[in-house]
């Protein structure tokens, strides 16, 4: 398929399927060499990378590449740009399932639009990721009774077929914050497990010098930069740091540790609800 063809059909995916509500598609998505990623998980991305680039060599020989993905890790640490730049790396374009949009209070309509995602999983090849995974893949021991929990059951139920039961040539990704919190018998339905982790200092100085890279900065201490960011990972630290070049813009003065330290504070803000 051409990649003018492509464009056209993953726009008439995203209508068909955003008028339900039940995927969008983002835009602006990085590359691989644009994230700071602890070598593991660099190399772990690189390596689904390969396999899908060479898929009709390993299947010629009986095998299949990497393509049901779990990720993990807490909120912000680059899980949901981790998809992008795979979907970039390998040519396809990528779409969000959005968790809102599969529940419904109607009896076996949350299973059916499951199916309808699935359906197009296997018509369209992409990069579908599954946000906030553990809202539809939960723990069915923890959902409660049949008549509190019994949808939301048959969606892990459905769930657990349409991944396994899968043999299209799209790439599905699942992003949890709470691994734990998923049902056990998920684990087994993917190919790879990816846990990321906050940046360690040496990171979150590769990513500051990069992320910087061509506005004036002063001369930086990071280790009070290190300290006020731990709670917040990639993604956050990239808004961040989006800010103090705002500020440079704005206030005609160079980036300074107290710039990129108020970015920190306002990000902060926004994730955790608390001035």
Do not use: W
Not at 7 to 22: E, F, I, T
Not at 95 to 106: A, Q
Not at 123 to 135: G, I, Q, R, T, W
Not at 229 to 238: F, V
């Amino acid at each position: 398929m051409t990649t003018a063809r492509a464009a056209d059909a993953a726009a008439k995916v995203n209508a068909h399927l955003g008028r339900m509500g039940l995927l969008s598609a983002p835009s602006g998505l990085v590359t691989l060499d644009d994230m700071v990623l602890a070598p593991r998980i660099r190399q772990r991305l690189s390596r689904v990378v390969l396999e899908q680039s060479r898929k009709a060599a390993l299947i010629a020989r009986g095998l299949r590449p990497a393509r049901k993905l779990l990720f993990s890790g807490l909120p912000g640490t680059g899980k949901t740009m981790a998809a992008g730049a795979v979907a970039r790396a390998i040519g396809l374009p990528m779409f969000r399932i959005e968790p809102h949009g599969v529940f419904s209070r109607y009896f076996g309509e949350s299973a059916h639009r499951l199916s309808k995602i699935f359906e197009y999983v296997r018509m369209m090849p992409a990069v579908y990721l599954f946000d906030e995974f553990d809202s539809v893949g939960a723990d069915r021991g923890a959902i409660g009774s049949e008549a509190d929990g019994g949808e939301a059951r048959r969606v892990v139920n459905a769930l657990l077929q349409f991944i396994e039961g899968d043999q299209s040539s799209s790439v599905i990704v699942a992003a949890t914050n709470h691994a734990q919190m998923l049902d056990s018998a998920i684990f087994r339905r993917f190919d790879e497990m990816i846990v990321f982790e906050p940046l360690t200092r040496d990171e979150l100085v590769e990513l500051v010098q990069r992320r910087l890279a061509g506005f004036a900065v002063e001369s930086l201490d990071f280790e009070t930069i290190y300290s006020v960011s731990q709670p917040l990972g990639h993604s956050d630290l990239c808004s961040a740091l989006d800010r103090a070049c705002k500020d440079h813009v704005l206030e005609g003065v160079a980036i300074s540790t107290q710039h990129i330290v108020d970015g920190i504070v306002s990000r902060m803000t926004l994730t955790t609800g608390r001035a």
